[in-house]
Each structure stands twice: as structure tokens, then as C-alpha cells.
């Protein structure tokens, strides 16, 4: 049997039952958007991050925009993000008017090279900067130590994306909870997935919560009352209560995605293919297990004939991609890092449901093929 990468249907069958009942809830309910359910998940969700509040939205792509506005960043703001990082990162920026401007990554933990981010801050090259959103790629948290004294001390709002990295811990608090707002993505692919689109923006700000309330539903503070210009962005009660069902195998799921690195980390070994590093500051949730391999495509090709399914985050990155390319500023120095993670990233089989034996299997044929 074929190895997939990814397989969402399973984490929905090891729940099959308690989410038909959700379901099954929220149909006889009658009640389908902005009900129970929704804030419900809303509070579940914020006190899981240990965060005062917590606003569901549409999707991902949205809690940044959203996010990004409740910030007060708008048309020719600059924005400073990284280049390896889903599309969907840079898109929400120049979404809201503004523009992107983009750095390069630390070359082991993949995530914004602060040294890059504090010389464009001395010197921005596209304006000063309004904004910077980290993004917690593959799992492991930005270096926020690092990052959070930096966006202080330019008067930079940070907004954390937080879209692979739901419950990542930065010196022992759960990322989410070190700038202005948070953005999760509930993508059926990430570590907490809906069957469908869904997204979150947590925040400890309470403005900031309520401009969020606002803007996702036609800067309403009072039924057809638009007190700012919003837009229609929420999270419905299906999502919302299957979300809550997912939400308590959460922390489980994570130790077990730690437990599967543990076993790809130990077959790694001697085999001249890069293991993914771990700040030892951080905790991470191996949203997915990414090696670095000199030889990627090689190995990719060999792996898929052994019907071990591996994928690429990403094969190309923003500022490389038509719709970007030679448009978007870049940080000083180019981004060199990030152009080599793209020619090296190679994504293993990672989900929760990976049986013992089936990670026994890519172990082996990682150490026969690398
Ligand atoms: C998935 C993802 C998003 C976008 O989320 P959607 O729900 O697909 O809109 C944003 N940023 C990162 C880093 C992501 O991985």
C-alpha cells in the first residue's frame, strides 16, 4: 500500500463518530452561521492558546487580511514577511493595499532571518516598515526573541502567522500570544483541519478582537449598523463544530507528530540528508517533516516508486512566482537562502494517524534510497 503524504479522510475517520454527531447537531439546530457553535470554538480555542479572545473567520488567507486591517495597515503601508512561506502570506498583504516587502530565511530553522529583518528596519527599502509578520513554517516558531524587541522598538504592529503551528511553543508559551494578532488556518491539511475552509485571528487585545468582530461582517457593531467598512469573512457552524471535536485530539496529535520526527531523525542519521533543526528555545509541531537533500528531485523520484508519497514547501518562492516576480522589494542582500531551501526542501509523510509500521517503512526506505 502507497504511502501518502497527507491523508485528512483519516483524521476524520479516528473521529467519524463524535463529528457525524456535530454535524448532526448543527443541521437540526437550524441555526448555520455566527451561532453557538462559533463562539463556542471561539472561547475553546482562546483558552487553549492562553489568549483573552479569539475571532473565527472564512480561512487563513482572510485572518491575515483581517488581521492586517484590525492593525490599522493599509494602502502603501510596507509590510515586512518572508519569500518562503505559502503565496497566501504575501496575497493578504497587497489584499489590503499594501506592500510586501520581503526578507530572507535562517538558513536551518527556515523561518525570518531577524539579522536580515533588523537591517532592513535600519534602512528600509521600501518605506518604513508598519508591519512585520513572522511566519511559523513547517511548525517551528520565527525567532521571536529576537523579533519581538525589534517590531517594539520600530513602533511595528507583529502579526504572527500561525498558520502551521497551531500549539508551537516559543520558551514555553504557545505561539499566538507574542505580538498584535495571531492567524491560524483550519486548511483540512494543517495540524487542527476542518473539512472545508475555516480560519482564526487570536489576539490578547481586546480592541483589536472587537474591530476583528466588526470587519468580518460588514463593520457591523449593531445588526445593519456598518460603523467601518468591512467585508464578509466568517467561520460557520459546521466548520465550527467539527473544529471543536479535532480541538481535544490536538495536543495528542502533536506529541504524535513529534514522536513519527523522532523515528524519521533516527533513520536520518549517516545518511548525508539534512534533518530539520529545533531551536532548543522552541517546541516544534511538525506541521510537516522537511529534510534538506542536495539531490532532492533524485531521491523524490526514488521514493515515489517505493509508493512513499513526499511533496515540496515550497518549490517555488513568492518572490520568484509570475504574479510576484521583479515586482515585489526584497530585503537587503537578496534572498539567497531562501532560493537554496527551495532547490532542497523535500516534505516525508507526516499526519497523526501514520501507523508504527507505515513510518518503520519510509524509515527504511529513506535509509536504502537516500
Ligand atoms: C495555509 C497557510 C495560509 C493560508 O491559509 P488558507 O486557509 O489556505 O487561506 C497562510 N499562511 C501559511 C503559512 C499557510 O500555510
Not at 505580538?179 to 487585545?205: E, I, Q
Not at 479535532?246 to 514522536?259: G, H, P
Not at 515550497?314 to 537554496?340: K, M, N
Request: aromatic letters at 6%; proline letters at 6%; one cysteine or more.
Amino acid at each position: 500500500m502507497p504511502i501518502p503524504q497527507n491523508d485528512p479522510k483519516a483524521a476524520y475517520l479516528a473521529q467519524r463518530e463524535a463529528i457525524e454527531a456535530a454535524v448532526a447537531r448543527v443541521l437540526e439546530s437550524g441555526w448555520y452561521i455566527l451561532g453557538e457553535e462559533v463562539a463556542g470554538f471561539e472561547r475553546e480555542f482562546a483558552a487553549w492558546l492562553g489568549l483573552a479572545d479569539a475571532v473565527g473567520v472564512a480561512n487563513g488567507t482572510d485572518a491575515l487580511v483581517l488581521a492586517l486591517r484590525a492593525c490599522g495597515v493599509g494602502t502603501g503601508d510596507t509590510v515586512a514577511t518572508v519569500s518562503h512561506t505559502a503565496v497566501a502570506t504575501v496575497a493578504a498583504i497587497e489584499i489590503v493595499g499594501a506592500r510586501p516587502l520581503l526578507l530572507d530565511i535562517d538558513a536551518r530553522s527556515c523561518t525570518m532571518d531577524a539579522g536580515a529583518l533588523e537591517a532592513a528596519l535600519a534602512s528600509p527599502p521600501a518605506g518604513p516598515v508598519r508591519a512585520i509578520v513572522p511566519v511559523h513554517l513547517y511548525g517551528h516558531p520565527a525567532d521571536l526573541s529576537a523579533i519581538v524587541p525589534l517590531a517594539e522598538r520600530h513602533g511595528a504592529a507583529l502579526i504572527e502567522d500561525c498558520a502551521q503551528a497551531h500549539g508551537a511553543t516559543w520558551e514555553g508559551r504557545r505561539v499566538g500570544g507574542f505580538g498584535d494578532a495571531a492567524c491560524f488556518s483550519f486548511y483540512p491539511t494543517k495540524n487542527l483541519g476542518a473539512l472545508g475552509d475555516g480560519g482564526m485571528v487570536a489576539t490578547r487585545r481586546p480592541e483589536i478582537a472587537e474591530r476583528l468582530r466588526m470587519l468580518r461582517e460588514y463593520g457591523w457593531r449593531a445588526r445593519y449598523v456598518s460603523d467601518i467598512a468591512g467585508m464578509n469573512s466568517r467561520l460557520d457552524e459546521l466548520q465550527a463544530a467539527i473544529l471543536r471535536v479535532k480541538l481535544t485530539r490536538l495536543d495528542a496529535d502533536n506529541a504524535r507528530r513529534r514522536a513519527i520526527a523522532a523515528a524519521y531523525d533516527a533513520a536520518l542519521a549517516g545518511t548525508g540528508l539534512l534533518a530539520p533543526t529545533r531551536d532548543p528555545r522552541a517546541e516544534h509541531v511538525f506541521h510537516q517533516y522537511v529534510v534538506r537533500a542536495e539531490a532532492r528531485d533524485a531521491l523524490r523520484d526514488r521514493l515515489k516508486e517505493a509508493g512513499i508519497g513526499t511533496n515540496i514547501h515550497y518549490p517555488v518562492p513568492v518572490h520568484l512566482q509570475p504574479a510576484y516576480a521583479g515586482r515585489v522589494a526584497l530585503g537587503p542582500g537578496g534572498l539567497p537562502e531562501t532560493e537554496r531551501a527551495a532547490r532542497e526542501v523535500l516534505s516525508l509523510p507526516m499526519y497523526p494517524q501514520l501507523a508504527d509500521a507505515q513510518v518503520a517503512e519510509v524509515a527504511a526506505a529513506i535509509r536504502r534510497l537516500a
